[in-house]
T-cell receptor, first 114, second 113 residues
Framework: AQSVSQHNHHVILSEAASLELGCNYS??????LFWYVQYPGQHLQLLLK??????LVKGIKGFEAEFIKSKFSFNLRKPSVQWSDTAEYFC????????????FGQGTELSVKP | GAGVSQSPSNKVTEKGKDVELRCDPI?????LYWYRQRLGQGLEFLIY????????KSGLPSDRFSAERTGESVSTLTIQRTQQEDSAVYLC???????????FGPGTRLTVL
């Protein structure tokens, strides 16, 4: 069965540190890839998405992610985190031609210390 | 409305009772999805609807779970004879069409005692 794995359950960083959250998926065919974020007390919202084209995608709030097909990875990065980035981050995969259902990773909780 | 809405926001019920959760998608969105998030876990797909096509029920965990959608509007997720393992946050999402970005609602937190 297809699955998505996020390497870190909880990451703690100081402000201005760089961030990289890992995401790997298990499926050999065409996929669309997403990172969602859930700030405390808020809805899940889309950070960025990859459908096709340039494998380096930029999202909101200075986040970016790189799709590396050979590694089945879609890692999320931010060069300098802020306290307001404290949230839970979810990687998700949509299998092409299998409907629009998303397969989510377990989530990574990011805590940024001011 | 401006976004996806869900009701109730919280539901506490006794084991064995039936519950009904409601989702109002964004107007004009033809696709609607239900997910479940158990404590400390990622979201788990349950079911999706696309227009008038037959729904994809492949994620429903048991026959106690069912869902309906009227046209391209409201959807209800029904859980019969609730069990403690049904305790979770149930999230609804909608998108313009299958394959597009999904917009999530605030969820319904279900607690089965």
């Amino acid at each position: 069965a297809q699955s998505v794995s996020q390497h870190n359950h909880h990451v703690i960083l100081s402000e201005a540190a760089s961030l990289e959250l890992g995401c790997n998926y298990s499926y050999g065919g065409t996929v669309n890839l997403f990172w969602y974020v859930q700030y405390p007390g808020q809805h899940l919202q889309l950070l960025l998405k990859y459908f096709s084209g340039d494998p380096l995608v930029k999202g909101i709030k200075g986040f970016e992610a790189e799709f590396i097909k050979s590694k089945f990875s879609f890692n999320l990065r931010k060069p300098s985190v802020q306290w307001s980035d404290t949230a839970e981050y979810f990687c998700a995969v949509m299998i092409y031609n299998q409907g629009g259902k998303l397969i989510f990773g377990q989530g990574t909780e990011l805590s940024v210390k001011p | 409305g401006a976004g996806v809405s869900q009701s109730p926001s919280n539901k506490v019920t006794e084991k064995g009772k039936d519950v009904e959760l409601r989702c109002d998608p964004i107007s004009g969105h033809t696709a609607l999805y239900w997910y479940r998030q158990r404590l400390g876990q990622g979201l788990e797909f349950l079911i999706y609807f696309q227009g008038n096509s037959a729904p994809d029920k492949s994620g429903l965990p048991s026959d106690r779970f069912s869902a309906e959608r009227t046209g391209e509007s409201v959807s209800t997720l029904t859980i019969q004879r609730t069990q403690q393992e049904d305790s979770a946050v149930y999230l609804c999402a909608s998108s313009l069409a299958v394959g597009n970005e999904q917009f999530f609602g605030p969820g319904t937190r279900l607690t089965v005692l």
